[in-house]
């Protein structure tokens, strides 16, 4: 079952927001936030061996500073970690027609929503989810 989702925003008080809203939709999520794809990556590289750790999703926003979803996403490829089959879901404020296209370049990324986050959306990105872990197994 989808419980462990990594946020990577940095946006705190909506991390809280989605942290609650998850748990509302799921009694036994659990979230991790990261304010943005650096410190992700540092984490994966630090913890890569023990995928007991990993999370079962991402929530990413695009518009972060640093180094904005894209760049990560192109980080997470060359490093080798989408090797791991973790799901990304974009989640941003963002409603422009060229990030949604650009979405589809990235094979990881498996849905796009547009912020604020509602109930139907976290059901949607937690049976999405446990649909590619079945695929998975």
């Not at 750790?53 to 490093?79: N, T, V, Y």
């Not at 799901?87 to 963002?94: D, G, K, L, N, Q």
């Not at 912020?115 to 139907?120: A, F, N, S, T, V």
Request: charged content about 25%.
């Amino acid at each position: 079952m989808a419980r462990n989702f990594f946020l990577v925003d940095d946006d705190k008080i909506w991390g809280f927001v989605v942290s609650k809203l998850l748990e509302y939709v799921k009694a036994d999520a659990s979230v991790k936030q990261f304010s943005d794809g650096r410190s992700l990556l540092q984490w994966f590289k630090q913890q890569h061996a023990s995928v007991h750790l990993h999370p079962d999703c991402i929530l990413l926003d695009i518009k972060m500073p640093g180094m904005d979803a894209w760049q990560f996403l192109q980080q997470w490829s060359r490093e080798g970690f989408s090797r791991h089959g973790i799901p990304v879901y974009i989640v941003t404020a963002s409603e422009r027609q060229e990030d949604l296209e650009l979405s589809v370049n990235f094979p990881e990324v498996k849905g796009y929503f547009v912020k604020p986050l509602k109930k139907e959306d976290v059901y949607r990105i937690i049976a999405s989810v446990e649909s590619l872990k079945q695929l998975q197994r």
